[in-house]
C-alpha cells in the first residue's frame, strides 16, 4: 500500500536531487529486469548460516536491491495469490522473524559488498558513510544489528538510521523466549521488552520489534504531521507506543507523490489524457467514462467522490 508507494517515488525523487540511493527488499518474485550480481554473503540467523544472494536493477537513478533467499521466493505463488506474511490473511508464517532478520542484516551487508556502477556520478561499493531508512516493523532489527555487530567492529561508525513508522498497528509482538533467535546481546533485550494485554501469539511478556527500531534509531519519522501527533496523542493512537515515542521524539513528513507515476498527461489507465491546459474539458469526459463503467447513473454534473483506505477487521 502506501509504503510501496513511497518505496516507488521517494527514492528517484532523492536519486533526482543528486544522492546516490539505494532500496533493499526482499525478492518475492522473478523479477524479469533484476539480474543476479553473482554476490553470495553469508549470514548468521537463529543460530545457523544462510547464504543469501543479490539481484540488481537500475531505474529512475536508483539501485534496487532484492535479497534472494528460498524463504522469500518459494512462499510467494504467482503475483496475484501470493500472501507474502502469511498463508493466509490473519496467520503468519512461522519463521517471520527469520526472514526479516535476514533482510535487515542483508540490508547492512549490501552497501559494502556489492560494486555497482550504474551510475555515471558514482562508482564502487556505497561504503560506511550511509544513512539507512528502515521502514516499519520488518526491518527494525536494522539498527539494532548495526550497534550490536558493526559499529564495535568499527564499521559504519559514521552511518545514521532513520526510522519510518507507516503503520503503527503492526508491530512485530513476539514471545519473549525468541530473543535468543535474534543474534543479538543481551544488553539489547531491554528495547525489545513488552508487555500488552493480549493472548496472542503469548500470554503476558513479549518481544516488541518496533519498539526496538524507535528506541535504537537516529530518527524516528513518520508520514504526516498529523499522524505524528496522533502516534503520541495516547495509547489508542499509539498502539501502547505513545510513550516510547514521546520519548524518542518524531517528525512527520507528508507523503509525497510520485508525479512521473501520477501523471495524467501519460496514464496509461485514462482514456482522455489531460495537463493542465485542458483538464477542464477532459476531466468531464474520464468522469463520465468512470460512471458507466461502474454502473452509476452517467452525468457530468455529479460529484464523484474517491476513498482510499484500508479495509480490515
Not at 559494502?112 to 527494525?140: C, Q
Request: proline share 6%.
Amino acid at each position: 500500500g502506501g509504503l510501496g508507494d513511497v518505496l516507488g517515488g521517494l527514492p528517484p525523487a532523492m536519486a533526482a536531487n543528486g544522492h546516490r540511493v539505494m532500496t533493499v527488499s526482499p525478492r518475492y518474485d522473478q523479477y524479469k529486469d533484476a539480474w543476479d550480481t553473482g554476490v553470495p554473503v553469508e549470514i548468521e540467523v537463529g543460530g545457523r548460516v544462510e547464504t543469501v544472494r543479490f539481484f540488481h536493477c537500475y531505474k529512475r537513478g536508483v539501485d534496487r536491491v532484492f535479497v534472494d533467499h528460498p524463504s522469500f521466493l518459494e512462499r510467494v505463488w504467482g503475483k496475484t495469490g501470493s500472501k507474502i506474511y502469511g498463508p493466509s490473511a490473519g496467520e503468519d508464517y512461522k519463521d517471520n522473524q527469520f526472514r526479516f532478520s535476514l533482510l535487515c542484516q542483508a540490508a547492512l551487508e549490501a552497501p559494502r559488498v556489492l560494486n555497482l556502477n550504474s551510475n555515471k556520478y558514482f562508482s564502487g561499493p556505497y561504503g560506511d558513510e550511509v544513512v539507512f531508512i528502515a521502514n516499519d516493523w520488518h526491518t527494525a532489527l536494522l539498527p539494532c544489528y548495526l550497534k550490536a555487530i558493526y559499529k564495535p567492529e568499527g564499521i559504519y561508525e559514521n552511518a545514521k538510521v532513520v526510522f519510518g513508522i507507516h503503520n503503527i498497528a503492526y508491530q512485530g509482538r513476539f514471545p519473549i523466549s525468541d530473543f535468543s533467535v535474534l543474534n543479538l546481546p543481551e544488553n539489547l533485550k531491554g528495547s525489545f521488552d513488552f508487555i500488552d494485554g493480549y493472548n496472542k501469539p503469548v500470554k503476558g511478556r513479549k518481544i516488541n520489534w518496533m519498539k526496538a527500531g524507535v528506541l535504537e534509531s537516529d530518527r524516528v519519522v513518520t508520514v504526516s504531521p498529523f499522524y505524528a501527533q496522533e502516534l503520541v496523542s495516547g495509547e489508542d493512537k499509539g498502539v501502547e507506543l505513545d510513550n516510547i515515542i514521546r520519548k524518542t521524539g518524531i517528525t512527520g513528513i507528508v507523503n509525497g507523490m510520485d508525479v512521473q507515476e501520477w501523471n495524467p498527461a501519460t496514464d496509461k489507465y485514462l482514456g482522455t489524457k489531460y495537463d493542465n491546459t485542458t483538464v477542464l474539458d477532459a476531466k468531464p469526459l474520464v468522469k463520465e467514462a468512470l460512471q458507466a463503467e461502474v454502473g452509476l447513473p452517467v452525468d457530468r454534473n455529479i460529484p464523484v467522490i474517491g476513498f482510499i483506505g484500508r479495509l480490515e477487521e
